[in-house]
């Protein structure tokens, strides 16, 4: 080390570069030099972005993105270039890790580190942006990058690592350097700007999928009911105006939810905590939806023993919609005005688009609540979800009562026990929900209220809608494939579900140690074994096999019982790409790396 002289006996008159003065110093703001990877020999081709005289340290950018900090006697020229010049900065720091293998040369290296910063690649650009005043300010005043001068040592220690990781000893200098990356996501996360890509078709496609999504309900709920739900029997009969609208049915929506609420403020069962806002702040969520589905079969069996006719769902399954979808249209109302109140930094990313239908319909608040009451957790998780199973059980019944069976069909069991597994299983891991796209990243507006309260119980029932009035036979083989694959998919779901859940919760998770991951400059790792090694996402594999062992049991006689089948495809294909978008926008380099070694969307070699 040692290649050069202290900066500050360079500087004094300063150089204009574009509209920034830049002190006389040995390396100017565009050099394209060397720069040393902290704990490392290694050094890789790097842009001078600014040099600040205080700290007699250079802020230099990696070809991925990743800032860092570093002094003079860690840079070289670009003409004694030796090695990986155009390395990204995950893969550099693998490197580093890996040749600094031995804990005492390791060590040692760390030691001799480094008044080194890492900054996220959200700031890079930002910083790119407003120049050299900018990094100015952000020395002083930043806080991940203090949280970083502190921890860099640790932090090269446990990111940058490709090896499994329980080749790394007793695992305790890796959960300490875990907690601190947990801090680094926290801050960098408090940082990040916002985002201004619309998704939806942006503001036109706000107005269309206002429009079109409870318009398709309606015409889901009425093809259904025609004798013939056949594609060619279009439009189906348009029912009289005053048949929409049922009272009783308002009270009985309005008296399903207050329930529902009442059993989630209940205090039972546990708190849990959310991930890391931009704040920093980690909300607490009162996880007892296993426990509210359980209370609502038992109130639900009790009412069916004092003579409640759940039929009643069959009959007035249009009105119990209805009345649902304008519970929905005002708490999006609610949601929206209350939204203009919120602070900044709880708006979702992007959900601020300036536009009225946009906004209204995204969401613009992530997580609307009122004291510990959290509306868009609530809705996702309980009044929709459970009420789904309500309106099968009810559907399996309307069918006894129709076909004058004694007992449902077989059809019509799978139906219901494989929704009520799916519905069960969201419920008793609700803590997972927490780290999925719409808890993390969504606005709570139109769109995920709609969703909740009318899209899943008076969608996800068609399947059941459908075999009240149309027996459909199943042979014992095409049960038994039936049934074999509802349990793979649940298999598949599950696992890869559960797997990124503990990783994400703790990274250094023991079970989890045989897995290999990439690092990512934010501080947070990406799994590249295991599940989430086969494709980028299993779990969707899974709930589309799942899926497909809901339409099979309603034949091929109709297009209508495939409808979700149909709906998922689109859904997820759709949702997969957001969040290609998303990570990549978080992970930059390293989200591609992962791309590359894992090339598969959802289907092994397929997609
Ligand atoms: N039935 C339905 O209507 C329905 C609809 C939609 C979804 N779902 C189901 O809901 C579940 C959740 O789905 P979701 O869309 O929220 O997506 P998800 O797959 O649970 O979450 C995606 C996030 O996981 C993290 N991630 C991605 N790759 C990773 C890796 N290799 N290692 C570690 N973390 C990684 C990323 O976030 P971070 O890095 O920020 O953690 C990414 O943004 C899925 O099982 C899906 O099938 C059901
Ligand atoms: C209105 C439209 C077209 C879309 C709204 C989408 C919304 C209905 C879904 C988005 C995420 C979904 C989801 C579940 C239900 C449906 C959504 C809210 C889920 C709660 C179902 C149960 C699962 O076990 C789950 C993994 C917890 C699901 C999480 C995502």
């Known amino acids: 080390m040692g290649l050069c002289g202290q900066a500050g006996r360079h500087s004094s008159a300063g150089t204009e570069l574009g509209s920034t003065k830049m002190p006389t110093v040995k390396y100017q703001r565009g050099d394209m030099v060397m720069g040393r990877w902290p704990g490392s020999s290694l050094y890789y081709e790097v842009k001078v972005l600014h040099f600040d005289a205080k700290s007699q340290l250079y802020t230099v950018i990696y070809k991925d993105g990743t800032e860092l900090e570093l002094k003079e006697q860690d840079i070289k020229s670009a003409a004694a270039r030796t090695t990986r010049p155009s390395c990204t900065a995950a893969a550099v720091a693998a490197a580093a890790i890996t040749e600094s293998a031995s804990p005492s040369r390791r060590d040692a290296k760390l030691k001799d580190s480094f008044e080194v910063r890492l900054i996220p690649p959200e700031q890079t650009k930002a910083s790119e942006n407003n120049g050299n005043k900018k990094h100015e300010k952000k020395e002083d005043n930043e806080p991940a990058n203090k949280v970083n001068e502190k921890s860099e040592p640790e932090k090269n220690q446990s990111r940058y690592n490709l090896r499994r990781r329980k080749d790394d000893g007793d695992g305790k200098a890796e959960a300490k350097a875990e907690q601190l990356e947990e801090k680094e996501a926290k801050m960098a996360a408090a940082a990040a700007p916002p985002s201004v890509s619309l998704d939806f078709g942006g503001k036109l496609g706000a107005y269309f999928w206002l429009l079109f999504l409870p318009a398709w309900v309606l015409f889901l709920v009425l093809k259904v009911n025609q004798e013939d739900p056949s594609l060619a029997n279009f439009p189906p009969l348009w029912p009289l105006l005053e048949s929409f609208w049922d009272a009783k049915a308002l009270g009985f929506v309005v008296l399903w939810i207050l329930f529902q609420v009442l059993l989630y403020i209940l205090p039972v069962g546990k708190l849990s905590e959310g991930m890391p806002l931009r704040s920093g702040e980690r909300l607490k969520y009162r996880t007892n939806g296993f426990f509210a589905m359980v209370v609502s079969c038992v109130a639900v069996a009790a009412a069916v023993q004092q003579g409640a006719d759940l039929t009643y769902i069959h009959s ?51 997580n609307p609540r009122i004291k510990y009451f959290d509306l868009k957790f609530f809705c996702e998780m309980r009044p929709g979800l459970i009420g789904w199973c309500l309106i099968n059980f009810a559907l399996a019944l309307a069918e006894m009562k129709r076909q004058g069976l004694e007992a449902p069909s077989h059809a019509m069991i799978l139906v219901n026990l494989f929704q009520l597994l799916y519905v069960a299983d969201g419920l008793w891991n609700e803590e997972a929900i927490l780290t999925t796209m719409d808890l993390m990243h969504d606005g709570f507006g139109f769109m995920l209220a709609f969703g909740d309260l009318v899209w899943v119980p008076f969608t996800y029932t068609l399947q059941a809608y459908y075999l009240v009035s149309r027996p459909t036979p199943l042979s014992p083989p095409a049960l038994a494939a039936i049934v074999t694959l509802k349990l793979v998919g649940f298999y598949i779901f599950r696992k890869s579900n559960s797997e990124k859940n503990a990783f994400r919760r703790n990274p250094s ?68 790409s957001r969040d290609m978008s998303e990570c990549r926008r978080k992970y930059g380099s390293a989200w591609d790396e992962y791309c590359r070694t894992v090339p598969y969307r959802i289907i092994p070699r397929v997609y």
């Not at 939204?339 to 009225?356: H, K, P």
């Open 316 to 366: 007035h399954f249009l009105q119990l919609a209805v009345s649902s979808f304008l519970i929905s249209v005002l708490l999006s109302s609610y949601l929206y005005v209350r939204s203009g109140r919120a602070a900044a930094e709880q708006l979702a990313l992007g959900g601020s688009s300036g536009n009225v239908a946009y906004d209204f319909f995204k969401g613009r608040e992530l």
């Open 509 to 576: 998770d023991p079970q989890l140690s045989h897995l290999k991951t990439i690092p990512t400059a934010t501080g947070r790792s990406l799994l590249v074994s295991g599940w989430w090694g086969v494709v980028r996402h299993p779990n969707y594999l899974g709930d589309l096999l799942m899926a497909l062992a809901w339409s099979l049991p309603c034949g091929f006689s109709h297009l209508l019982p495939w409808y979700y089948m149909i709906y998922f495809i689109i859904l997820l294909v759709h949702r997969d």
